[in-house]
């Protein structure tokens, strides 16, 4: 099986193409009620997902992927491939329950194991950017190269116990996980292309290597004792499902220095004169970003304090509190609020960077009608760090409480309705509303604060694929028409939806049922690409990334629109399904069914383009399209 897939946002030729074999999901259960209170259960599982990648029809070996900067639009071939991909994970399970009538104790283990092992090359090794058409960059790759990463256990050891205590039902319990990370040992060759040698790379264990100790307790009242209205509270704290994702950060092919940049500046004739085996500058090209190109040593870190110990893995504590009320024999309704709040965030801190190699800078927002107050506004907060460090990099993947505090911080509101009717009829319905808070304003390089996303600051952090550990990256100190962007508090409008369902009984067993929603759109925001003359007035000095070079076709990215206050269009769908129950035997239940997804075949924009410029706001994803499906379900 084959699939080419393309993107709003890039040339159909741009899309990747995947074949999806083999694949395959393999489940298996068991059960043994010793006794009418003692239960065990024992489970395992094991999926395999293949999903290697091939050129699209029509591209070429010789074809070189080209992404113009002014509405990030990638066209002519996708920027990487991957021969091969696999992404397979086994699962296991066992439990012992013990249950009598206002008693329920339970006790059981789970983990997971899971490879990654992806295949990575690049055409000619080499990408091209430009600017309003205008080469301003290459950008050379070491590929091909193969990574094997792998979750040796996901593991969580629990117990949870139930008592009924007259109007009072406690719920508590506590649960041990620990996680184990590998990378395996490999050999990569020499790329054709002859800019760096053949390469070793030898195992690395335990990373990550985690322990957490996750209490949850919930309690449930029986307030006027009729059975009417319950008063729930619950708290727990939750650890982030990770995957492979830190083995792969950790990965010393991947951490290795496979990629560079250098400045492009052309002649015309849209090819680049010079060598680009050569390091240095030399004829149209720039130096190359990184002159350890190829290097065995990595260029970023990741501290003990983050890869390993009790309770340093991503978390989060979720508190909900509820009032359920029965209103008369058919109906109820829910009301209640929900808060969560997160810990242990990273940062990615250049060690051979201080506040001080960075020069500070103002940009003009560009005249647009869609920006705020029609544009012309400063950008400022914006920096640029010194020519003697640009090439200077050694990162320290870190808790970022080490530098300041970091918050995320969801409050949310919930109002709902179920009813039932004797008719069979079933109508609900809701609303859900919040905001959400995200502070990183705290200094890790540039001065001002940390660099990085505002949900967990990280040089690494990408802006309209444009990788933010760049000298030239926007900081969070920056501020937007006097807005700074290091905290934002994401509106109740941005976080608003409207949900409702319903199923209504026909005769010859058919029913008809419906889901209807309503929610907000996506967040739009700007990253627009300025050009050194636009800012080398204000920086008093050409962008380090020139090197010295004349004309200056080196860029920068600067955010122009303050995240949280601009939104698209709300999206409104409607799913509609008609059932049919037929009985074939007494043991025999046929159920066959028709769906009529996205009925009003709405085009509701999922995905923007946040890249200023002629394609700005252009969406990148919309809903699916009408939808009419048929399948059937057989009970024996």
Known sequence: MCRAIG??????????????????????????????????????????????????????????????????????????????????????????????????????????????????????????????????????????????????????????????????????????????????????????????????????????????????????????????????????????????????????????????????????????????????????????????????????????????????????????????????????????????????????????????????????????????GGGGYQVCGLYDVSLVKFTQVDNLVTQSSNYGQQKQINDFFNISINTRFRSGIQLGGGIDTGRSTTDNCFVVDAPGVAAGSLTAPQTATTVAGISTASPTAPQNATTINGKRTCRVVTPFRGQTQFKMNGAVPLPYDLTVSAIYQDMSGPNIVAAYTASNAEIAPSLGRNLAACAGRVPCTATAIAPLVVPGTMYNHRIRRLDLRLTKSLRVTQRVRVQGNVDLYNAFNGSGVVQVNNAFGSQWRQPTEVQDPRILQFSAQIDF
Not at 295 to 310: E, I, K, M, Q
Not at 319 to 332: D, K, N, P, V
């Open 7 to 372: 993107a709003l946002g890039s040339a159909p030729e741009a899309g990747l193409a995947f074949h999806f074999r083999p694949t395959g999901l393999y489940q298996g259960d068991w059960k043994a009620p010793l006794t009418s209170k003692l239960l065990l259960e024992a489970g395992g599982s094991l999926s395999i997902t293949h999903w290697p990648t091939f050129l699209n029809p029509g591209v070429e070996p010789t074809h070189i992927s080209i992404l113009e900067l002014s509405n990030n639009f990638r066209y002519n071939a996708s920027a990487t491939y991957a021969n091969k991909r696999a992404t397979d994970r086994g699962a296991q399970r066992v439990a012992v329950s013990y249950i009598t009538g206002t008693h329920a104790f339970k006790v059981g283990m789970q983990i997971e194991e899971a490879v990654s092992d992806v295949g990575t090359y690049v055409h000619g090794n080499v990408n091209y950017s430009f600017r309003l058409g205008v080469p301003t960059q290459i950008t050379q790759y070491a590929t091909p190269y193969r990574a094997i990463d792998r979750t040796r256990a996901d593991m969580g050891v629990y117990f949870q116990d139930q008592w009924a205590i007259r109007r009072l039902t406690l719920n508590y319990g506590v649960r041990y996980d620990y996680f184990n990370g590998r990378v395996d040992a490999s050999h990569v060759p020499a790329p054709e292309s002859g800019w760096v040698p053949a390469r070793d790379f030898a195992a690395v264990s335990d990373v990550p290597a985690w322990k957490d100790l996750n209490p949850r307790f919930g309690a449930s009242y029986d307030l006027f004792g009729n059975g009417t209205t319950a008063l729930k509270v619950s708290i727990g704290r939750y650890v982030a499902k990770t995957g492979t994702a830190v083995a792969s950060a950790n990965n010393p092919i991947l951490t290795s220095v496979n990629t560079v940049t250098r400045t492009w500046t052309d002649n015309g004739n849209f090819t680049p004169d010079c060598d680009l085996s050569n390091r240095a500058a030399n004829r149209e090209c720039g130096p190359m970003s990184d002159p350890n190109f190829g290097g065995f040593n990595p260029t970023t870190h990741w501290a003990d304090d983050v890869l390993r110990g009790y309770g340093v893995r991503n978390s989060n504590w979720d508190f909900a509190t509820e009032i359920q009320r029965q209103l008369g024999s058919s109906a109820s309704v829910t009301a209640g609020y929900y808060r969560n709040w997160y810990g242990n965030f990273t940062v990615t801190d250049n060690q051979l960077r201080s506040p001080a190699d960075f020069d500070p800078y103002c940009i003009t927002a560009p005249l647009n009608r869609n920006l705020p």
